[in-house]
T-cell receptor, first 115, second 114 residues
């Protein structure tokens, strides 16, 4: 089954304790992206990657790091989490454009709480 | 200039009615405009999308209307059904082939009454 998986799905942590949220896709997609979703703010792009070893900042990159060493994986790293990073996080992937659509496939989300 | 403004924030429609959600953007470099549908507890899923060289795109009960000069686009859901109750996000994208950097609207929570 074609899918984007994220782990963990739920995480409660404390301020300053480094954490990694993993994202993996099995569709051989070049493009992957991380978003955070907050009430009233919609989805905001954190980082995106157009291919292995190619990453770029989205709208809200502060406090986050990413790496793309393999095509299928795109982990999100919070080196020193703070309470304002409490949010619902989504990973997404998409393949090459064709026709009208470049469909992003979203993972199930990771709910992060930073105390 | 990077914002995409979406309205209304919430919408209640009777079954069989028309749901209309509007979005406006500023940056003329945007060249791909998708709409995503999100059900509670799920990730967003692509519903329909349009490129700026087209003024309208229809897929089943869903239509995007695009006004390039006004920098506005809207989603129309005809014959709205209770199963359409979800949160809808418009988005705009920049980059090669109109992808990669995405700006999303703040979302519209649609409730269709049976």
């Amino acid at each position: 089954e074609a899918q984007v998986t994220q782990n963990p799905r739920y995480l409660i942590t404390v301020t300053g304790k480094k954490l990694t949220v993993t994202c993996s896709q099995n569709m051989n997609h070049e493009y992957m992206s991380w978003y955070r979703q907050d009430p009233g703010l919609g989805l905001r792009q954190i980082y995106y990657s157009m291919n292995v070893e190619v990453t770029d900042k989205g709208d809200v990159p502060e406090g986050y790091k990413v790496s793309r060493k393999e095509k299928r994986n795109f982990p999100l790293i919070l080196e020193s989490p703070s309470p304002n990073q409490t949010s619902l996080y989504f990973c997404a992937s998409s393949g090459s454009t064709s026709g009208d659509y470049n469909e992003q496939f979203f993972g199930p989300g990771t709910r992060l709480t930073v105390l | 200039q990077q914002q995409v403004k979406q309205s209304p924030q919430s919408l209640i429609v009777q079954k069989g009615g028309i749901s209309i959600i509007n979005c406006a953007y500023e940056n003329t470099a945007f060249d791909y405009f998708p709409w995503y549908q999100q059900f509670p507890g799920k990730g967003p899923a692509l519903l329909i999308a349009i490129r700026p060289d087209v003024s309208e795109k229809k897929e089943g009960r869903f239509t995007i209307s695009f006004n390039k000069s006004a920098k506005q686009f809207s989603l129309h859901i005809m014959d709205s059904q209770p199963g359409d109750s979800a949160t809808y996000f418009c988005a705009a994208s920049i980059g090669p082939s109109g992808t990669y950097k995405y700006i999303f609207g703040t979302g519209t929570r649609l409730k269709v009454l049976a």
